[in-house]
Every structure is written in structure tokens, then in C-alpha cells.
């Protein structure tokens, strides 16, 4: 951790304004992922949400929702977050309990708020600098720190560990679909009101991220 905290550094140094030394790869990557999304994710999001009953697709976002909701109870803990995790274990047990697995999210409803927390996160807090932008493959928006980070994730990831393959891969695939299509309205929003969605993107995903590092609260170093 120390020897990525360091070189993570020293390329965070070297970074121009904007904290995008990779742009001209940055930008090949997005448009080669804008092509796939257009040709296969978009569409197929789109007749999901149409033909998917809302009810439906609600109960398979809240499904997903509560089993990422076991990551985020790590997270938080390797944060000391002790009352996020406090609040993520009775999400967790109140939802797969009387959620009928999830399904239904009334710990929502009953008030318990989600601490979204990812092993990238948890490196952020304990003080590993973001490292430049970084657009990857199908994944889309990232950083170098963050993109070290993917492999604790997908460990971390509940799916992972499903041994029956076919099982695994038809829930990965619909937690994909359920996403995009969450997401159909926000993409068109980008499309439509930005001069370069690229950078809109970029700059977007950045503050985003270090306001979910630092719980909302600026770095005084602009990590």
C-alpha cells in the first residue's frame, strides 16, 4: 500500500490541470465505449425499461442493492465509519429479512440510509491520492487508484462467489442492464446539453468522486 501510495503521488504531481495526463488514450477509450453503449448497452436498457414492469425493475435494483450493500459494510468498517456501519448492518439485516432478500428496500423506507463504499474509497481515506483520470474499457470512468483497486472489489462483489457460472453470469449481466437503464436518462441529458461529453464526463465523475472520498468535504490538497 505504501509503494502505491507513492508512485500514486508522484504521478498526481506530474498531472496537468485537469488531472488528465492519459487524455488522447482517455478519449479513444470513451469513444470506443460510446460505440458499444450506442450499438448494445443503450438499446438494450431502453426495451428493458419498457417492457420490464417499473415494480419489477424496482424489485431488481433494491435485490442488487442489498447484496452490495455487504461490500459496503467492509468498507466502511476498514474506514472506521462506526456509525455507517452500524446503519449498513441493519440495512443489511433488515432488508434480507423482511425484504424477502432484498427485494423489497423498507429499510429505506424506514429510514436507514445507504453508505455507498468501495475498496477505492477506502484506499482515498486512509490517504492514497487519486492518481490521474482514467477511462476504462466497458467500465467507463475511473483513476488510477481506483482502477488498483477492481481486483478487492470484484473479490468483495457478492456475485463473484457464486459457483453455478451460468447463474452467475445471467445476475451480472441483468445487474449491468438494470443499471444502464437507471442511467438512460442522465446519458441523454449529457448528450444533449454538453459541447464535449468527454469532458463534462471527466470533470463530473471528479468531483463526484472526491466529494465521495472525503465525504463531501474538499481535500485541502484537491485529492
Sequence with gaps: TFALAGGLAAAQDAAPVGNDPFEPFNRGVYRFNDGVDRAVLRPVASTYRDVVPPLVRQGVSNFFGNLGDVWNLANNVMQLKLQNSAETFMRLNVNTFFGLGGLLDIASEAGIERHAEDFGQTLGRWGV??????????????????????????????????????????????????????????????????????????????????SDVHDGNEPDDGQ
Design 129 to 210: 491520492p487519486s492518481g490521474p483520470y482514467l477511462v476504462l474499457p466497458i467500465l467507463g470512468p475511473s483513476t488510477v487508484r481506483d482502477a488498483a483497486a477492481l481486483p478487492v472489489d470484484y473479490y468483495g462483489d457478492s456475485l463473484a462467489h457464486f459457483n453455478d457460472i451460468p447463474v452467475r453470469n445471467s445476475l451480472v449481466t441483468l445487474r449491468l442492464v438494470d443499471t444502464r437503464a437507471s442511467l438512460l436518462r442522465a446519458s441523454a441529458l449529457i448528450q444533449d446539453a454538453a459541447l464535449d461529453p468527454y469532458s463534462f464526463t471527466r470533470d463530473a465523475f471528479l468531483q463526484k468522486r472526491r
